[in-house]
């Protein structure tokens, strides 16, 4: 009799749910928005009418409109339409997204730099990135950026840069430090893929060419005073990103990986492989805090050569440390971070942040032990304000003080548009 009971109540359940009856989307619905394109909003969403409704999905399109730079926050409601068919409405809490872009630093010679732009982050409604940016460095820069993710769905996009860079560097040989005016002219053009809303990938080509010409310093018999050299590069990056946003918090884990290989057209700069990971990790703590962490790690061809890839500097790595005052082939570098809300209104929040740079670089033609060589070691800590404006993208106005504590070290402060890292 159990065992008749037991089995009876197995087909009952086997039979339940090979005829459960499943839930259909009707109709999904943008509300809430302005500026953004509410056909471009049902174009990158994995719902679609007439599609199986999961929350699941639904709980993917949210996080990839919290990411698009035109929206500040976004939620979904589910309400019955009819018979076995509901609608969904995407609600959105849109940003402004015209952009202003500035950052003030000092340069070699401890004169004023600084590099200010203009972005539209939301062109024509479809999260098009457009704008360019013009940069004071002792010599005059600026540069034209395109980018467009989502061209015919939420996999396909493509990006176009042209930049001409020019400033003072530092080239360390042995004989002492030379300074040289550098200038890098490129255009890149490259295709993005997303594979789904965690995994993407891009790939391109750029052409690009460096004009050395040398200012002052120390000079070599072997390092030629100008050079001027066309070179092709070719880019990969691979990209995890499982970052969910709610306003200025961040919570998840992401990697950025970069590969690229330059083909120059001179031996004096050789062609080369280059690779550098970015890990990031972001915890909530509490209610107003955040632990925001990135680690960076990378190679590059082992050249001894003055021209070596990686640089030391205040805006890219170490905060205090200086402008570019040392270079390498390799590079480990650990950005640790502590962000506290002291003001948090609708529209405006007042951070603090304490935080540790440390890193260290391969010497050009060194070996990996030069990664524990005391001079090559740098230690940063500091602390950092941050005023936020919560319905501008990337709004995010940063001053930090780092302090040096090893050997030789100096200390400053680096200003700058948005987040460290």
């Known amino acids: 009799m159990y065992k008749k009971a037991l089995l009876f109540f197995f087909l009952i359940a086997l039979f339940t749910k090979g005829y459960a009856q499943e839930y259909y989307i009707a109709d999904v619905k943008v509300q809430g928005n302005k500026r953004l394109k509410s056909s471009f909003v049902r174009l990158i969403s994995d719902a679609k009418t007439g599609y199986v409704l999961d929350s699941t999905v639904l709980e993917h399109d949210i996080i990839r409109l919290k990411r698009l730079p035109a929206v500040s926050h976004a939620y979904y409601q589910v309400f019955h339409s009819h018979d076995n068919h509901y609608n969904v409405f995407y609600n959105i809490e849109e940003n402004f997204t015209i952009n202003p872009q500035l950052n003030i630093y000092t340069t070699n010679d401890d004169e004023f730099a600084y590099r200010a732009g203009l972005y539209e982050f939301n062109t024509l409604g479809r999260n098009i990135a457009f704008g360019g940016f013009y940069q004071r460095d002792i010599f005059d820069s600026f540069g034209i950026n395109v980018r467009a993710p989502f061209v015919f769905n939420n996999k396909i996009g493509i990006a176009l840069n042209f930049q001409s860079l020019t400033t003072q560097e530092p080239v360390f040989l042995d004989e002492g430090t030379a300074e040289y005016k550098y200038n890098n002219t490129s255009f890149e053009i490259l295709g993005l893929y997303a594979f789904n809303f965690r995994h993407r990938i891009e790939t391109g080509v750029t052409f690009?060419?460096?004009?050395?010409?040398?200012?002052?310093?120390?000079?070599?018999?072997?390092?030629?005073?100008?050079?001027?050299?066309?070179?092709?590069?070719?880019?990969?990056?691979?990209?995890?990103?499982?970052?969910?946003?709610?306003?200025?918090?961040?919570g998840g884990f992401k990697s950025t990986f970069n590969v690229q290989y330059v083909i120059a057209s001179n031996e004096t700069l050789p062609d080369f492989l280059i690779w550098w990971n970015d890990f990031q990790y972001f915890l909530r703590v509490g209610e107003k805090g955040n632990w925001a962490s990135?680690?960076?790690?990378?190679?590059a061809t082992n050249a001894d050569s003055p021209f070596a890839p990686f640089s030391v500097d205040n805006n890219l790595n170490v905060r205090g440390v200086g402008n570019t005052i040392d270079r390498g082939t390799g590079v480990i570098v650990l950005n640790t971070e502590y962000r506290y809300t002291f003001v948090d209104k609708s529209w405006f929040v007042v951070q603090g942040n304490a935080f540790v740079d440390a890193g260290s670089w391969r010497n050009p033609g060194g070996d990996l032990s030069d990664f524990g060589d005391d001079q090559n070691l740098r230690v940063y800590p500091g602390i950092g304000m941050r005023f936020i404006h919560k319905k501008i993208f990337n709004a995010t106005f940063r001053v930090d003080y780092g302090y040096g504590i090893t050997p030789s070290s100096t200390s400053g402060f680096v200003f700058g548009i948005g987040q460290y890292f």
């Open 208 to 250: 690009f060419t460096e004009d050395y010409e040398y200012l002052f310093g120390a000079t070599s018999d072997v390092v030629p005073q100008e050079l001027v050299v066309d070179k092709l590069l070719f880019k990969g990056v691979y990209e995890y990103d499982n970052l969910d946003y709610y306003y200025q918090y961040t």
């Open 294 to 299: 990135r680690l960076r790690v990378g190679l």
